[in-house]
């Protein structure tokens, strides 16, 4: 009787470790947490595939992506800037409550941070 109760005891816990594996799994594949971006060649060789596309089309496929490619890097460019002041504004904002000496290690806070040599963030007392 007590190795029965011991057999169900295991086979329960491995059956829970067992399905919470594969819960971790499935969250983190479908929620895209452990997918690559998907180079440009590939994204072209499967849709070559998938839709029949002739080589003409594919080397076109090619080109429309190669532009886009360019206009998007452009527009991150011009986009910068606001980002930017934004975040010299809050910083800012942050020093005008701190003391000259937190002012200081704030800003040495925020390099380390900005150079990612991210700080480690304090744990939450026990």
Do not use: C
């Amino acid at each position: 009787m007590e190795r029965r109760a011991y057999l169900y005891f295991v086979s329960t816990f491995l059956l829970g470790v067992l399905t919470g594996a594969v819960g971790l799994y499935l969250y983190a594949w479908y929620g895209g947490h452990w997918r690559r971006p998907v180079a440009r060649g590939q994204f072209v060789r499967y849709l070559t595939h998938e839709l029949g596309l002739s080589a003409e089309q594919t080397n076109q496929l090619n080109q429309i992506l190669v532009d886009s490619r360019k206009k998007y890097e452009q527009l991150r460019v011009k986009a910068r800037p606001p980002f930017e002041e934004l975040r010299q504004q809050t910083d800012s904002e942050i020093r005008q409550i701190l003391k000259p000496e937190q002012s200081r290690k704030f800003d040495e806070v925020i390099r380390k941070w900005r150079s990612s040599e991210s700080p480690p963030l304090p744990r939450r007392p026990k």
